[in-house]
Structures are given as C-alpha cells and as structure tokens.
C-alpha cells in the first residue's frame, strides 16, 4: 500500500484518517467539498486535495486515480443520493484490485441477521423521520449504497460503527460480524479508534467482503484485535 485516497477527508473521521495514513507514510489524496478545504490546512504541504463534492464522478475519478486503496467516508446528507452516489464513483473508477474501505453506521445490515436493541431501533426511525422531514438526511440512500458495495466484485470492507465520541485513543476497536454478537459490549467508540480501524483494513485480507460491526470492551483482555 502506497498511494490512498480518503474521501470526506475534511470531517472529523477523515482528519483522523489523514494523521494515521500519513503516520504510515502512505502518498495521500484528499477529497473535500470546496468549502472544507481550509479544514486540511495543517495537511496542506502533506497532501494533495482534490475539491468537490464527493458524488461528483468526475472529482472522484481524479482524486483516485492511481490509488492502491480508498477509504470512504458514506455521508447520507440531503435528498440527492450523495452516499449511493459517492460509492458507485469509487466502484466504477478505482482501479482493478484496490482496497475500498466504506464507513457507515450500525444500521446496515449485510445479511440481516444482526439484532438491535429496542432503544437503538426507536433512535434510528426518529433520525430517519427528522432527517426525511426536514430534507438533511437520508438514511435509505445509504442503505442504498451499501447494497451497491456489497453486490460489487471489488476488494471492498464496510465498517460499521455506532455512537462515536472524542478522546485520547483505546487503541483498536473489537469487531464481529453482526450487531448483537456478545463481544461488542459496548456501542461506543472513540472517533480517533474508529479511524485507526479504517486505515488497518487496507491491509487486512480477512475483512474483504464483509460488513465487521465495531465496538469496545471493557474487559481488558477482550480488547485485543482479531483481524
């Protein structure tokens, strides 16, 4: 792994991706809507930065051109299919063999046998009432995009993750193949860890081709990785 892209490089995850990647010495590509860019300034003689949005195919054609891997931050914004958008750009023009890492929430299922708490059901069909009503939010548009991802031949991983939060990192979180599975105690995660488990999935062969739901432990010795 040598050159990535990181597209939503601007958000809070994706600076975190950015410190990891480049802490791995990797060649780093940029995507950020135009008006972010000033949020990578402390990457600014690090990175390249490639402005737009990032359904914008043709933004995302250049950006990842030449990359060994992609990491993809899937943001279910407004009503113009911006997630399932983002995610067909990156299939369709990155290249033969890469790595694409996706991000999105617990909610996705692959196979539909995770199992939700009560509390985490009701949360999520008020976020998709509020986020419907008032024309911010889509969740159904990333639920589309990921059916995208999973039914592509790509070396693709999707990694779910639930309540993030801001802190000095854990370390890598747990992850298992299903929401529910008892190792995932806990549904929180710090956002610096979360992007730490973006940036180890390019190199993971074990994560190609599946949805890895992530989490903490508690317990000390839980927390071990089992990539």
């Not at 809507?33 to 737009?52: A, C, H, N, Q, Y």
């Not at 024309?135 to 693709?156: C, H, P």
């Not at 190792?183 to 890895?212: C, G, Q, W, Y």
């Amino acid at each position: 792994m040598n050159k990535i892209c990181i597209i939503g490089a601007s958000g809070k995850l994706g600076v975190y991706m950015v410190k990891h990647a480049l802490a791995r010495d990797y060649e780093v590509v940029g995507v950020c809507r135009k008006k972010s860019v000033d949020k990578l300034d402390e990457f600014k003689d690090r990175i390249t930065i490639v402005p737009g949005a990032t359904n914008d195919r043709n933004v995302i054609k250049k950006a990842v051109e030449g990359c060994d891997g992609v990491l993809t931050v899937l943001v279910p914004w407004g009503n113009n299919q911006y997630s399932s958008g983002t995610a067909k750009a990156v299939l369709d023009f990155a290249k033969e063999g890469a790595r694409l890492v996706f991000s999105c929430g617990w909610h996705i299922s692959q196979d539909g046998k995770d199992v939700y708490s009560t509390s985490f059901k009701r949360k999520l069909r008020m976020a998709t009432w509020v986020g419907k009503f008032f024309r911010v939010v889509d969740i159904y548009d990333q639920e589309m995009a990921t059916r995208l991802i999973f039914n592509g031949k790509s070396r693709w991983t999707v990694v779910r993750g639930s309540d993030l939060e801001e802190g000095e990192s854990q370390g890598l979180p747990m992850w298992s193949a299903h929401v529910g599975d008892p190792i995932l105690d806990s549904n929180i995660t710090r956002r610096i860890d979360f992007a730490l488990f973006m940036v180890e999935a390019l190199i993971s062969d074990d994560l190609i081709h599946k949805s890895p739901a992530i989490g903490w432990m508690s317990n000390v010795l839980g927390a071990c990785l089992h990539f």
